[in-house]
């Protein structure tokens, strides 16, 4: 009976495994804008899941259509607007079957400019679900993972102020701190930690870059796309 019982959960297990395997391979593949070729657009599969998967892809083709369309609109007066660029690019930072986080860096480069503009977004799904996860959802990341609420305003600011009191590159504006909130912009790497984005001129000058802050992590050390 004792050999069964052994027998049954080594195969339960097995099976188990096989099957947290298998969620993890969703597929993302690359495909052109029809109309812009240097905008990417990711084409996720989750297998067996169509739905999760029109859902995720629904919400990564409206990102990238209402990119396309703010651009157009803020640039359509402009006189060298035959002289726009915009392209992006695309990360999977994290595709572990219960997380798909895409990030997605987004140029725009008009002619006579001071300089080209960069936005990073996150895009962050359920892959079992399809549903998109923002910041209001992280609580419950951060209660599964930590017993609290470690993705608070409080936390990041003090974050921030530390990593700028002690790096001169990084100079924050006078007023955005104390945070209010959190950025809606985040994403998670592969080790599900949980990064913040701060946009350009969003709370730090042009040259300080869009900043990148990991909320799971002690280190002093900060990202900062360039």
């Not at 695309?90 to 725009?108: E, P």
Request: aromatic share 12%.
């Amino acid at each position: 009976m004792r050999k069964l019982f052994s027998s049954f959960i080594f195969a339960f297990c097995l099976s188990l495994m096989t099957a947290t395997a298998f969620a993890a391979q969703v597929q993302v593949e690359q495909s052109l804008h029809p109309q812009h070729q240097d905008v990417m657009i990711p084409v996720v599969t989750v297998p067996d899941n169509q739905q999760a998967s029109d859902a995720i892809n629904a919400e990564i083709t409206r990102n990238i259509e209402a990119f396309i369309s703010q651009s157009d609109e803020c640039y359509k007066d402009n006189e060298d607007w035959n002289n726009v660029y915009i392209g992006n690019s695309y990360t999977v930072t994290c595709n572990n079957g219960s997380v798909l986080s895409i990030v997605l860096t987004k140029y725009i480069n008009v002619e006579h400019a001071a300089h080209p503009m960069r936005y990073i977004h996150g895009l962050n799904f359920n892959p079992q679900t399809g549903e998109k996860i923002v910041a209001v959802d992280l609580k419950e990341f951060s209660a599964e993972k930590y017993g609290k609420d470690i993705y608070t305003p409080e936390l990041l600011t003090n974050k921030l102020a530390k990593k700028a009191e002690e790096n001169d590159a990084l100079i924050i504006f006078d007023g955005p701190l104390p945070l209010a909130s959190v950025p809606e912009q985040f994403y998670f790497d592969a080790g599900r930690h949980v990064h913040f984005l701060f946009q350009l001129y969003e709370i730090a000058p042009y040259v300080c870059g869009v900043i990148d802050v990991d909320m799971d992590t002690e280190s002093d050390d900060y990202l900062m796309y360039r």
